[in-house]
Nanobody, 127 residues
Framework: QVQLVESGGGSVQAGGSLTLSCAAS????????MGWFRQAPGKEREGVAS????????YYADSVKGRFTISQDNAKNTLYLQMNSLKPEETAMYYC????????????????????WGQGTQVTVSS
C-alpha cells in the first residue's frame, strides 16, 4: 500500500504559477502510474496529468497542455505538478494518486484504477 501526501497548494492570482508536490511512501511497484486530479466545488473529479513508469511517459488533459508539467524525482519518491498561467476556473482541491495501471489506463487517467490517493491540497486562483 502506498501512502501519498500532497503539499504546495495555496492562493494565486490569475496568470500566476504554483508547484504541487506529492511525497510517496510504502511499496512502489516497478510498473505503475501516478497522476494528478482535481475537484472543484459542485463538480466531478477530473484527471489533469499522469506519468507512467517505467519510462516516465507523460499525459495531459487538453485543458492544461502547454501550461502544466508533471514530473517526478525517483530518488525522493516525489511527484510534482508545475502549473503556469493559472485560471480562476482551476480553483479546486488537487489530489495525487498512484496505482498499478496499464499504460493506456494511465494515459486515460482511469480514476477507478488508482488504488492510492492523497488527502488533497487546495488551489485557489483569484481573478
Amino acid at each position: 500500500q502506498v501512502q501519498l501526501v500532497e503539499s504546495g497548494g495555496g492562493s494565486v492570482q490569475a496568470g500566476g504559477s504554483l508547484t504541487l508536490s506529492c511525497a510517496a511512501s510504502g511499496y512502489i511497484y516497478s510498473s505503475y502510474c501516478m497522476g494528478w486530479f482535481r475537484q472543484a466545488p459542485g463538480k466531478e473529479r477530473e484527471g489533469v496529468a499522469s506519468i507512467y513508469n517505467p519510462g516516465g511517459s507523460t499525459y495531459y488533459a487538453d485543458s492544461v497542455k502547454g501550461r502544466f508539467t508533471i514530473s517526478q524525482d525517483n530518488a525522493k519518491n516525489t511527484l510534482y505538478l508545475q502549473m503556469n498561467s493559472l485560471k480562476p476556473e482551476e480553483t479546486a482541491m488537487y489530489y495525487c494518486a498512484a496505482g498499478r495501471l496499464e499504460r493506456l489506463s494511465c494515459l486515460r487517467r482511469d480514476e477507478a484504477s488508482f488504488g492510492g490517493w492523497g488527502q488533497g491540497t487546495q488551489v485557489t486562483v483569484s481573478s
